[in-house]
């Protein structure tokens, strides 16, 4: 323990020996605080060594916190004054444990001095505390913050929203608060900006508003094309359910579905109609403005696959016509080919051909000549020809071949066929 002496000294003259401080400082949490100090001693006397101590048993012998003739054993404290007059020491960021006492000694060329009993330092939490506690805000009601500190003669405070001060004063309030007034809150002593308790959040919630239907792609759409119309809705919480409805002439029509969209994939002319939307959360509900939806026509594009689908029949149904008739055309070719290729009912003639160039003179002078062409005549065998009938008649077969001559001459006489069996 320290002797008495080593405290204050009765052989000095006290007058001459002095260390100015206040006797009480108040630091909050996590900041910076300066102790202010100064210091006189004996004129003629040279300071040799400067240091502070923290706990009234290290005022004498230490441990000391900064000594100048020893190399600094932390970065937390840092001595501002000097070896002449100024004996001011810097501590940053405050913790719990660094409240206490200090006092600053000093050796001279001569003597020894310790400025007991020092300075009082507290160590405090800066607060926020909100009237309504925890509970939850809605529009209108009324919010109170208060910034408070343990420490005495602290009331310069400053306030911030987001990070941006707006106010100063230990307290701020909302008569009426709005939705503008959602944010992070803050506060600090001016002293010690970088000292603050942490953020509140003010999360006012409120019931839809500026509930609004949109169309896409728009209002005047063509039928059978795809049409979205879209509830949106400014809430606290977010909008719950939305619920559609469609104004008739005679009532009010709910349609099917609770989501912000009302989708008609292929628009059908009786869509059109007066829609309008009703946004809710649990704090309410809002009606959007009536919006009118028009269905007209058919898209071009329909128009053109109805054309398209037209031709493609019609090319179908022709071609299906002219296979049909090229079918039938074969089947009466091939009946007649098939009737002529039968051997039955073939006839026979021969006719004389006479050379129709030649001049009476040598029709004189030679014989006529006689050429013998043979052909093959068909008969029905429902129409058989009078002399067909007649060779029947005599005992002939129908299988038999009737031979006939033909003369070709120039005057064809009837006396000159002849016809052969």
């Known amino acids: 323990?320290?002797?008495?002496?080593?405290?204050?000294?009765?052989?000095?003259?006290?007058?001459?020996?002095?260390?100015?401080?206040?006797?009480?400082?108040?630091?909050?949490?996590?900041?910076?605080?300066?102790?202010?100090?100064?210091?006189?001693?004996?004129?003629?006397?040279?300071?040799?060594?400067?240091?502070?101590?923290?706990?009234?048993?290290?005022?004498?012998?230490?441990?000391?916190v900064f000594e100048s003739t020893s190399e600094p054993t932390s970065t937390k404290f840092q001595y501002l004054g000097d070896k002449l007059h100024?004996?001011?020491?810097?501590?940053?960021?405050?913790?719990?444990?660094?409240?206490?006492?200090?006092?600053?000694?000093?050796?001279?060329?001569?003597?020894?001095?310790?400025?007991?009993?020092?300075?009082?330092?507290?160590?405090?939490?800066?607060?926020?505390?909100?009237?309504?506690?925890?509970?939850?805000?809605?529009?209108?009601?009324?919010?109170?913050?208060?910034?408070?500190?343990?420490?005495?003669?602290?009331?310069h405070f400053q306030w911030y929203k987001n990070g941006h001060p707006i106010i100063e004063g230990p307290s701020l309030y909302w008569n009426n608060i709005s939705s503008n007034n959602?944010?992070?809150?803050?506060?600090?002593?001016?002293?010690?900006?970088?000292?603050?308790?942490?953020?509140?959040?003010?999360?006012?919630?409120?019931?839809?508003?500026n509930t609004s239907v949109s169309a896409e792609p728009g209002l005047e759409v063509y039928r059978g094309s795809k049409v979205t119309l879209t509830c949106s809705s400014d809430a606290n919480p977010p909008v719950e359910t939305f619920t559609w409805f469609k104004i008739t002439s005679d009532h009010l029509v709910k349609v099917a579905g609770n989501k912000s969209e009302l989708v008609f994939w292929e628009c059908p002319q009786d869509a059109e109609g007066r829609y309008f939307c009703c946004a809710t959360n649990k704090h309410g509900s809002k009606n959007s403005s009536v919006v009118e939806l028009t269905v007209t026509g058919f898209l071009v594009r329909d128009i053109v696959i109805i054309s398209a689908a037209v031709v493609v029949v019609t090319v179908l149904l022709i071609g299906i016509a002219?296979?049909?008739?090229?079918r039938k055309l074969k089947t009466l070719s091939c009946a007649a080919e098939n009737e002529q290729n039968s051997p039955k009912d073939a006839v026979y003639v021969n006719w004389h051909v006479s050379d129709i160039g030649q001049s009476q003179e040598r029709d004189k002078r030679e014989q006529p000549v006689k050429q013998i062409i043979y052909a093959t005549i068909d008969f029905n065998n429902k129409t058989k020809t009078n002399m067909q009938q007649q060779q029947t008649g005599s005992g002939t077969s129908d299988e038999s071949v009737t031979y006939s001559t033909v003369c070709r001459i120039k005057m064809l006489n009837p006396h000159e066929l002849e016809i052969q069996s």
């Open 182 to 209: 959602s944010g992070n809150y803050s506060c600090s002593i001016k002293t010690h900006p970088q000292a603050t308790p942490g953020v509140v959040s003010i999360n006012v919630e409120y019931g839809p508003k």
């Open 86 to 155: 100024n004996c001011s020491l810097r501590i940053y960021k405050v913790e719990n444990r660094d409240a206490g006492d200090y006092a600053f000694r000093f050796w001279t060329d001569r003597d020894r001095w310790t400025g007991y009993p020092g300075v009082n330092l507290n160590v405090s939490d800066l607060k926020i505390i909100q009237s309504n506690g925890n509970k939850v805000i809605t529009e209108g009601d009324n919010v109170k913050l208060t910034c408070i500190i343990g420490c005495k003669d602290h009331s």
């Open 322 to 326: 002219a296979l049909t008739f090229s």
């Open 1 to 64: 323990c320290p002797q008495p002496y080593e405290l204050f000294r009765t052989d000095v003259i006290s007058s001459d020996w002095d260390v100015h401080v206040e006797p009480v400082l108040c630091a909050v949490k996590g900041s910076s605080i300066d102790i202010p100090c100064s210091f006189t001693y004996p004129v003629g006397q040279t300071v040799k060594n400067v240091a502070w101590a923290h706990h009234e048993a290290a005022f004498v012998k230490g441990p000391f």
